[in-house]
């Protein structure tokens, strides 16, 4: 079993909906929660990163972490075509690595 | 600013040889860590250099190894090429070693025939 749980989708919504992408995750070390996003023949890149529990909003995109049943979600407001690419959850045990694990990533496309 | 860059972009080669790619990190930044990309086992942490020394592997044979330069370039190279092999070869760069700075690369597609 993957240290890190992340269903690959295809998901494709109408714009305008709201997305929830979802992992899970069977270690209790990990501390340090981030999603990255990752358009097609580009690398990755950070969109949140949010440590231990709670919540953490920037613009459009919410990021909630909830320890107690190692579960973090990524939700995405008003979603637009733009927005369509794969999403990839990954945790760390410190903030002070390079070293982090990373989810399969979940394919989303956004429909005009 | 210019981003991390990797060369080549692509390559090919056959089981057997080997390889080396190549990682200019971020100006400033001095922590390269290295990523395996494929369809089935997704995004996999090989290593991370930090200051020219390897701070941390991932469970990789060591036929992946690494090194790190003075100037923070990054190199990793691959012996005895496996079909598995084939994957996207991902850079990523931060300054110190502090996850809210990472930044990645491109990545470098290698294609084992």
């Known amino acids: 079993q993957k240290e890190v749980e992340q269903d690959p989708g295809p998901l494709s919504v109408p714009e305008g909906a709201i997305v929830s992408l979802n992992c899970t995750y069977s270690n209790s070390a990990f501390q340090y929660f981030m999603w990255y996003r990752q358009y097609s023949r580009k690398g990755p890149e950070l969109l949140m990163y949010?440590?231990?529990?709670g919540n953490k909003e920037d613009g459009r995109f919410t990021a909630q972490v909830d320890k107690s049943s190692k579960y973090i979600s990524l939700f995405i407001r008003d979603s637009q075509p733009s927005d369509s690419a794969t999403y990839l959850c990954?945790?760390?045990?410190?903030?002070?690595?390079?070293?982090?694990?990373f989810g399969q990533g979940t394919t989303l496309q956004v429909k005009p | 600013k210019a981003g991390v860059t990797q060369t080549p972009r692509y390559l090919i080669k056959t089981r057997g040889q080997q390889v080396t790619l190549s990682c200019s990190p971020i100006s400033g930044h001095r922590s390269v860590s290295w990523y395996q990309q494929t369809p089935g086992q997704g995004l996999q942490f090989l290593f991370e250099?930090?200051?020219?020394?390897?701070?941390n592997k991932g469970n990789f044979p060591g036929r992946f190894s690494g090194r790190q330069f003075s100037n923070s370039r990054s190199e990793m190279n691959v012996s005895t090429l496996e079909l598995g092999d084939s994957a996207l070869y991902l850079c990523?760069?931060?300054?110190?070693?502090?996850?809210?700075?990472?930044?990645f690369g491109p990545g470098t597609r290698l294609l084992v025939l």
């Open positions: 990523a760069s931060s300054f110190g070693a502090v996850q809210e700075t990472q930044y």
């Open positions: 949010t440590y231990s529990s």
């Open positions: 250099y930090f200051s020219e020394t390897q701070r």
């Open positions: 990954a945790m760390s045990r410190s903030s002070n690595t390079g070293k982090l694990i």
